[in-house]
């Protein structure tokens, strides 16, 4: 997997990995509860071009996105297929860690 820098961008609300001369982008808007501070976020849309999918790039946007998110504080919202599917992988990866782990102690005791 190609790993490169990721810049955000909170102006734009999005997340930018330049790679040979490209752009690839996690989209996102702020949502806020009755006019105060963002409560949650939606990622919206991901893009890389062409040439570059496949490589890891929109996974490594959405990971760094999700832990952005998470730093600070916010619920997250997919309306991104693509960002749903990582954080469903995510979660079914954190269930069967759990699950080798209580496996784990019972051979133990």
């Not at 996102?28 to 496949?54: C, I, K, M, N, W």
């Not at 995510?90 to 860690?97: F, L, Q, S």
Request: proline share 4%; aromatic share 10%.
């Amino acid at each position: 997997m190609t790993t490169a820098a990721i810049v955000h961008h909170p102006d734009d609300q999005c997340f930018v990995l330049e790679w040979q001369g490209q752009q690839a982008r996690l989209d996102y808007q702020l949502l806020s509860a009755r006019g105060l501070s963002p409560a949650s976020l939606d990622f919206t849309h991901t893009f890389v071009p062409p040439e570059f999918r496949g490589q890891g790039l929109a996974a490594q946007l959405v990971q760094y996105g999700l832990r952005w998110a998470a730093q600070q504080q916010l619920q997250v919202q997919a309306s991104c297929w693509y960002v749903a599917k990582v954080m469903r992988d995510n979660a079914a990866a954190t269930v069967e860690k759990q699950a080798d782990e209580v496996n784990h102690n019972k051979d133990l005791g």
